[in-house]
């Protein structure tokens, strides 16, 4: 394929990933809705489902928020029966947070239609399909990562270096 054949399909497919990232955030939205949680409440869940039990430490980096706001943010989940802290197995001293299943009933309201939705859509590949949107998400998810990383670093740059330049201006800090 050339280039000049890919300008256009890209352009079609970040459209569409758009859309596609657009409506993963509003399922999310509505599944928080559904479990009376809120959004990052279910993203720290499925973080604690898909990664085992962490540190709040931990699952702060995973969900993108300060120790001190995932802290609340556990200690709120704990008390709603949503987490459990307990004993690291690997070192006793330390305290991890895991994720208390959901009940079928729970799971079935709010992942049930997606899921329900997405097979539909899988039915429609063969093997080989399948292997490449695989590979997709395999490359994508760490890459995606990434570029959050990456985003956050910048955001943090610009907020300190406006803050120096606001306080100099405020007579505050070194001139």
């Known amino acids: 394929m050339s280039n000049q054949d890919r300008g256009p399909l890209l352009g ?8 596609y990232l657009t409506a993963v955030v509003l399922h999310g939205q509505a599944a928080a809705d559904t479990l009376g949680q809120n959004p ?13 039990p962490l540190t709040t430490g931990a699952l702060a980096e995973r969900i993108g928020l300060s120790q001190s706001a995932t802290t609340r943010l556990v200690d709120r989940l704990e008390r709603a029966g949503w987490v459990r802290r307990g004993p690291d197995a690997a070192d006793r001293r330390r305290v991890v ?18 899921r329900s939705r997405m097979a539909e859509v899988f039915e429609g590949f063969g093997p080989d399909e399948l292997r490449v949107l695989l590979r997709y998400f395999e490359q994508a ?7 959050t990383a990456e985003t956050r670093s ?4 610009e907020a300190k270096a406006e803050a120096k330049t606001e306080a100099r201006s405020e007579g505050r800090g070194p001139q």
């Open 97 to 114: 947070v895991e994720a208390v299943p959901l009940t079928r009933e729970q799971d079935e309201a709010a992942f049930g239609a997606a």
């Open 141 to 147: 998810t760490p890459a995606l990562r990434e570029a």
């Open 12 to 19: 079609r497919l970040a459209d569409i990933y758009r859309g």
């Open 154 to 157: 910048e955001t943090r740059r």
């Open 40 to 52: 990052t409440d279910v993203y720290a869940l499925n973080a604690l489902e898909l990664a085992g």
